[in-house]
């Protein structure tokens, strides 16, 4: 299965390595969580995987859809809770890149969409006075919210770039966590490189 995939994914790059314009392209991304919220104190990066698909060329500007998918992990070593904690940040959003002669490496973009994040929480420890043994059980809860997406890429070739961004996400209010900016706010700064297909 893994070499099908590999043949796969190098028919389609050797196919559109001849195209004059990609419309397509891949993007793996390192997330830093920023700012004094429960993100940006309490997770790290671990990685975002990216697509982007330009469907509409008007002169120097371009109109797309992007999709990515992130994840960022709080553990128990660097936690005060005693259990580990991985969000899985799935982005769908409509963006809009400039693409003018002027800047013909630099492409700046504005994005906006929504933000799906599933917290799962594992080795959580639980007591059960009928059975001593300790039990470990795991848990999940999905958020979600707008999602503002600054960016700026450079082309290192004609194919590869390398790709610097901001994601800010408004999470909707939830009856469980009082609405506050260090609950509903989330900062990440997202730098990594991309190849158009």
Not at 106 to 119: A, C, D, E, K, N
Request: a negative charge; zero cysteines.
């Amino acid at each position: 299965m893994k070499q099908k995939l590999l043949i796969a994914l190098l028919l389609a790059l050797s196919l559109t390595s001849f195209s004059q314009e990609s419309k397509f392209s891949i993007e793996l991304n390192y997330p830093i969580p920023a700012d004094k919220n429960f993100v940006g104190q309490n997770y790290n990066g671990i990685i975002d995987l990216g697509f982007k698909y330009r469907f509409v060329e008007l002169g120097v500007v371009n109109i797309g859809a992007s999709l990515n998918g992130g994840i960022i992990k709080n553990s128990k070593k660097d936690a005060v809770q005693p259990f580990d904690v991985t969000a899985y940040n799935i982005q769908p959003r409509i963006f809009v890149e400039l693409d003018d002669d002027l800047l013909s490496k630099l492409h700046p973009s504005i994005g906006l969409g929504y933000s799906f994040m599933v917290f799962k929480a594992s080795g959580i420890t639980t007591y059960n006075p009928e059975n001593p043994a300790i039990q470990t059980s795991s848990t999940s809860e999905i958020q979600g919210g707008i999602n503002l997406n600054l960016a700026a890429s450079y082309d290192v070739t004609q194919k590869f770039f390398a790709i610097i961004q901001y994601d800010f996400i408004k999470l909707s209010d939830t009856n469980e966590v009082p609405e506050t900016n260090y609950n509903t706010h989330i900062n990440v700064i997202k730098i990594g490189i991309g190849y158009r297909i």
